[in-house]
């Protein structure tokens, strides 16, 4: 595996490239800076991010028109319409223009956030992605889709709104936070049981270096997690079928973050435990028991933290508000073999409510 | 001309039929009762189009699963982010899912605003369009184009969402009020002198009858008015070029409703003036006068409101906040000869608001 990896998502609107490795950042910065020439530049980031690795993106500021940076909060807490508006009338103030650039630089969040206020300002103008999370590398930033929430649904407000690229360093990811790191892991373990025996296998192999932030084995995990999202992406660019494989696990995680109020579980590990009660369903509709315990042994690598207390009954409650749910009912995505999910409609509620207490109270179980 | 007309619109993202005539309703009555069947049906519409033409859509509640109505307010006052985020709440609260429909039903501002909602709700859900002025059937409603407005600059937030159809019933303009006639008229004309001569000739011929609301005559000069609008968004989907013809008149018309408050005078009548403002310009760019002085008549016949008074240095701000200034500076679209407009890069700020004064205490008057 070489260091750097250049991959091609296409899509309705055209082709993005995406670069992934040590080195993607100055690998494509002649690139971005003839991208922002003569234009107003505006970067939408954390302080956070801003003080570990804004030199990396000063280049910019010679060939931009002028470069304007639009601070937001970390995490969930950013992705609010307040925000989206007082980001667009900022940028209205400080001269933004149908050929203006934007730039997302951060995690998941600020993507989504900086994605859609792109794709929404004066009709939408051109963005690129510099995601710094595992996260935000190997799935928010592969195929298109922004949004903020609303209190009653996550990512409910949004549209489809590709980047003119995405640049994905792995020399970024030295600085996250461990459970950062292993919330992004879930991610890739998540497309790898679904999509790609190859790297499930590579995953098991190398759970130990990602979690130590080795980049070598970084690069490769998140070089093939973002191929395989770019075939899903690629065979089904606005989710009408398959891309709905990669809601495995996030119809109990949405769920668990939105009754926690986005508190207390980092989104990969809400979707851990939302991959380890789906299994429970898998099992139950004849997945081999030795495969599912493979995936919980993998995921009992990365010693997420606990389950905090919740309801069943608000649980329940949250699913039925997620929007993936369609006039008619509910689709549970469950893994079928190594490399294989299945789309199923036969889990009646009543299954659901009835297994979830004894999953919370002892999720690594099987049933 | 028959009493019913169908057009398609061919763009990026499929077709939308627009069905444009007396009667248009009941004839696309049964592809709308199947395009609901089942589904939830969002109907974005105010009071008053509700209470005169309400009835003409109960059909649809038959064959959809629910009916749920979101009443905005009149004109521009609903095109606010507050009010989009307060629809999109409803839509969850009321379980609105991705395959639910939005229906706009009234002029070119709820279409405008549940055209964004429809958009940007879970990703973007089927909305269908049914314009009830001469405004938004002749050309808000064709194009794709949805936006709300920020404080500092109308239509700044938004993004294009085609709609599935368009039904231009032109029997719900018989209600319309005459200023509101007069107004969409002004964009009959305005696409006519750039765009279709006949279309230019067919109006001064039958501007008397437009004015007493004649349906033959609205069906003739809408149908027309809507093919030009296709051809052009046709030939440039998203206003990187020709598209930009349609913004003949706009430039000083958004700053004057922007200066105003949208107070005082409707959008088509501020355009009105934008034109009366542009013709100057075209004259001294070589346009033949006895084609600007029929303009002038033809819209001296709409017997416009007077022009509140207003500041050129606020006009000139104002223009400059404009969303179709690029960072290379501000075009006007002139007109070049009757059906023949230009893009004119060469127009100094000074010529412009050393102009101004004398054009606003003589509209009419040539240079």
């Known amino acids: 595996v070489p260091d750097l990896q250049r991959l091609i998502l296409r899509h309705p609107s055209g082709t993005t490239p995406i670069v992934v490795g040590r080195g993607a950042l100055a690998e494509t910065m002649a690139d971005l800076a003839a991208w922002v020439a003569e234009r107003t530049l505006f970067v939408v980031s954390t302080p956070r991010v801003l003080e570990l690795h804004g030199e990396a993106i000063g280049g910019l500021d010679s060939t931009a028109h002028r470069t304007v940076v639009l601070e937001v909060e970390e995490g969930e807490a950013a992705k609010t319409l307040q925000r989206a508006g007082k980001l667009w009338q900022q940028m209205l103030q400080d001269g933004g223009k149908r050929d203006s650039r934007l730039l997302t630089f951060g995690g998941g969040s600020v993507g989504d956030l900086g994605g859609f206020v792109a794709g ?6 051109d963005y690129v992605q510099l995601p710094t999370t595992v996260l935000a590398q190997v799935d928010a930033s592969v195929g298109g889709k922004t949004a903020v929430d609303l209190p009653a649904a996550k990512n409910s407000v949004g549209l489809f709104h590709h980047p003119a690229m995405v640049v994905s360093e792995i020399d970024f990811l030295s600085t996250l936070p461990a459970p950062e790191l292993r919330s992004g892991l879930v991610e890739i373990i998540k497309m790898a049981l679904l999509l790609d025996p190859l790297l499930f296998e590579q995953t098991e192999a190398d759970v130990g270096a990602l979690l130590a932030g080795d980049p070598a084995a970084l690069v490769r995990a998140v070089a093939a997690g973002a191929a395989a999202k770019i075939r899903v992406v690629e065979a089904d660019p606005e989710e009408g079928g398959q891309r709905g494989l990669l809601n495995f696990g996030h119809t109990l995680g949405h769920a668990l973050e939105s009754v926690l109020s986005y508190r ?16 429970r369903l898998a099992e139950r509709r004849g997945l081999e028991p030795s495969l599912s315990q493979r995936v919980r042994r993998l995921l009992e690598r990365l010693d997420l933290p606990p389950l905090p207390e919740v309801a069943v009954e608000e649980l329940v409650e949250a699913m039925g508000r997620d929007k993936k749910v369609r006039e008619s009912g509910r689709i549970w995505v469950l893994p079928a073999g190594l490399g294989e999910g299945r789309m199923v409609r036969d889990v009646a509620s009543e299954e659901v409510s009835g297994d979830l ?9 099987p049933t």
């Open 120 to 125: 929404c300002f004066l009709r939408g103008i």
């Open 264 to 279: 207390g579980l980092r989104h990969g590990e809400a979707v851990a435990y939302g991959m380890l009660f789906a299994l």
């Open 357 to 365: 207490e004894a999953f919370l109270s002892a999720p690594f179980s």
